[in-house]
């Protein structure tokens, strides 16, 4: 069964990607319905930044983010002489990581998902009298509802899976950086097949039920 | 001073320059007509707001909305704007669709009822209903009654026919025509078939390659021989007239109109009703004295006024019967046995007329 460890990666793994999501959703939609509407020509320079972390080797992110996250780095640096930690090693820096690492898997779907309501509906929905952020949000973000389906869960269960990022920027430390899958990992090296079993069943489970209910959704906003 | 519609506006692409400059009276509605790619729908989007850049100037009814330094936005412009598709919000039920620009206005500026448009358009059993669910003609009703109840200064109508199958189009023009009775919202209809122009319109604005080529009130516009409007197979006049009287034994309306009378098969017209009267210039021929012993009925008194080539074979002749114009399309062997020249009184004989609506 799950040990008091196990229970605490879980939970860490599991604010982690939730906190991730949120962070995601409102960084990502804004940026998603500029890409999709953009002419301009830095728009390939930005796509191609966001699509990064979706080839990159995960070590390399992590090592880069390693770097600017430590005390000796940008970021770090900044916190440390605004009187804070340095952020590698932290909860804070796992949730910076993740929101690189993970930021294809948030604004993709939702670009496409704006990309395909096209210029029409908001058209209609200004010649009745709706002001730009009134249309954004009562036309073109209900039209985009399985973009944002998608978006959110591909988001959750990415950071969910994520394992060099964290190993690189988070350290391991149980109860406070330690995340599912390494405690997986950590289970397998300790040759504690029981536990290992445990946990990968259970995510195995939680993410096939996760994408059966995107599918079964989506299908039923078609519907609709 | 009458109350106008002013516009005017310059938009340059690769491909296509509008440079459209037109005024009508606020009133009616004023037909923007011309053949597919001459800009008709860049020149309505330019009126919404939707095109930008575009340089212009529009004035409607006294107000500015746009000008050197103005530039109202689409959704500040009080103008109601139904597309060539219904283009009704899929994720909003009928009512939610109707129900959109309605409520986004402040309740004293609401001059159109809510039932009142849901009546004129016959959509009340459709209110609970999903778009998708519904046909063609009756979408573009929905989205006919949701700019409406926008209660708009002006109503932009792009070609509001043009995807529908003909009986869709049936159904729909009698809720068009009471729209123009009962309303009195100008209306802006872009269209490039004749017969809906024929029948709606009381303003013609002909577009050709991005530029305005002439406009004016319909019947001055379809006859003027100097127009590509007044000339082939299809070229027509159009009458106003009023049911003047009933002929209960053969079965016939008598239709007045300021040059004489029509006679027409009677259809269940009440006495007063205004009706329009289309006439094709091939089904009007001409004579110097009124014949007694012909079938036709409807003979009446007029003048030449113009004449205008036609083909090699053929003139089209503008005549003017108590200030209306007709056209008359006849050989050019009539026209000199006739001797015809501007201001020869000449009779009028019409094989049919056309009851339009």
């Given at each position: 069964m799950l040990d008091e460890s196990d229970l605490a990666a879980l939970w860490i793994t599991l604010r982690l990607a939730g906190l991730t999501v949120v962070i995601l959703l409102l960084l990502g939609t804004p940026l998603a319905w500029w890409l999709s509407k953009t002419q301009r020509r830095f728009k390939a320079v930005v796509e191609a930044v966001v699509a990064l972390p979706l080839v990159l080797p995960p070590t390399v992110l992590g090592f880069y983010l390693l770097v600017a996250l430590g005390p000796n780095g940008p970021v770090g640096g900044l916190m440390m002489t605004l009187g804070g930690e340095p952020l590698a090693f932290t909860f804070a820096g796992l949730v910076i990581g993740s929101v690189f690492y993970s930021l294809p898997f948030v604004v993709q779907p939702l670009q496409g998902a704006f990309a395909a309501i096209g210029r029409r509906p908001m058209e209609v929905a200004a010649t009745l009298g709706a002001s730009p952020l009134d249309r954004f949000f009562t036309v073109a973000v209900p039209l985009a509802r399985p973009g944002f389906l998608t978006a959110t869960v591909l988001g959750f269960a990415h950071t969910v899976g994520e394992f060099g990022v964290v190993l690189m920027i988070?350290?391991?430390?149980?109860?406070?950086?330690?995340?599912l899958s390494i405690a997986i990992y950590d289970h397998v090296e300790a040759l504690e097949y029981g536990h290992a079993h445990w946990l990968a069943g259970g995510l195995l489970l939680l993410f096939f039920l996760l994408l059966l209910a995107v599918y079964v959704l989506n299908r039923r906003f078609k519907v609709v | 001073m009458t109350v106008t519609i002013e516009a005017r506006f310059l938009i340059k692409r690769d491909d296509f320059t509008l440079d459209a400059d037109f005024t009508v009276p606020a009133q009616g509605i004023s037909a923007i007509f011309g053949a597919s790619g001459c800009g008709k729908t860049t020149l309505l989007r330019a009126i919404a707001g939707l095109e930008q850049p575009a340089r212009g100037y529009l004035k409607i009814a006294g107000e500015v909305w746009q000008d050197g330094e103005r530039f109202l936005p689409p959704h500040q412009r009080p103008l109601g704007y139904v597309f060539q598709e219904a283009s009704l919000f899929p994720h909003l039920s009928v009512l939610g669709n109707l129900k959109y620009g309605y409520k986004r206005l402040p309740p004293e500026a609401r001059r159109v009822d809510f039932d009142q448009a849901v009546t004129l358009l016959g959509i009340a059993p459709l209110l609970a209903r999903r778009p998708e669910g519904l046909s063609g003609g009756e979408r573009q009703r929905v989205a006919i009654a949701r700019a409406l109840l926008t209660s708009p200064r002006l109503l932009l109508m792009d070609?509001?026919?043009?995807?529908?199958?003909r009986q869709s189009k049936t159904e729909i023009l009698p809720f068009l025509e009471r729209l123009h009775e009962e309303l009195s919202i100008p209306v802006l209809y872009v269209s490039h078939a004749p017969d809906e122009v024929a029948r709606l319109a009381d303003q013609l604005v002909l577009l050709e390659q991005g530029r305005v080529r002439a406009s004016g009130p319909i019947g001055e516009m379809l006859t003027r021989v100097d127009l590509p409007l007044a000339h082939g197979d299809e070229a027509e006049a159009i009458v106003e007239a009023t049911v003047a009287e009933h002929d209960e034994a053969f079965h016939l309306a008598h239709l007045e109109f300021p040059g004489g009378r029509f006679t027409v098969a009677r259809k269940d017209l009440p006495l007063g009703q205004p009706v329009r009267l289309r006439l094709l210039a091939r089904d009007v021929s001409l004579s110097l004295e009124r014949h007694e012993g012909t079938s036709i009925l409807n003979i009446f008194p007029a003048k030449v006024e113009t004449l205008a080539d036609e083909n090699p074979a053929q003139l089209m002749v503008r005549l003017d019967a108590g200030g209306v114009p007709i056209l008359s399309r006849i050989t050019r062997k009539s026209a000199t046995i006739l001797a015809l020249e501007p201001g020869k009184p000449v009779y009028v004989q019409v094989k049919t007329v056309a009851l339009l609506g």
């Open positions: 988070g350290g391991n430390i149980p109860g406070e950086t330690q995340v | 070609e509001p026919l043009a995807a529908l199958d």
